[in-house]
């Protein structure tokens, strides 16, 4: 089992940065992609961005030039940058990752989540 922790989460002013990050532990698993989703009060969790083991990265263009994904495989670990925060950035942050346990199986995790809050 791989287990996923973050931290980093706040409160913020707009306009104001934070990073954010999510360990990985456990044993016998080999990461493909890391990503980060949020989840806004009363709506569906979505996708934010994504980086592979070979460090392609991806964003949902709600976050392109503000947000930067970026991972220290050597530490199973997956940070957000987020820059430029607006009201709309608030909601609870989720890091995921899959990829493969013991050379078998595949394997899906996710963390605990991390609140984000933009306010003045």
């Known amino acids: 089992q791989v287990q996923l922790v973050e931290s980093g989460g706040g409160l913020v002013q707009p306009g104001g940065s934070l990073r954010l990050s999510c360990a990985a532990s456990g044993s016998g698993f080999k990461i493909n992609v890391m990503a980060w989703y949020r989840q806004a009060p009363g709506k569906q969790r979505d996708l934010v961005a994504t980086v592979t083991s070979g460090g392609s990265t991806n964003y949902a263009d709600s976050v392109k030039g503000r947000f930067t994904i970026s991972r220290d495989s050597a530490k199973n670990t997956v940070y957000l940058q987020m820059n430029s925060l607006k009201p709309e950035d608030t909601a609870v942050y989720y890091c995921?990752?899959?990829?493969?346990?013991?050379?078998?199986?595949?394997?899906?995790?996710w963390g605990q989540g991390t609140q984000v809050t933009v306010s003045s």
């Open positions: 995921n990752a899959v990829g493969i346990l013991f050379g078998a199986t595949t394997f899906g995790s």
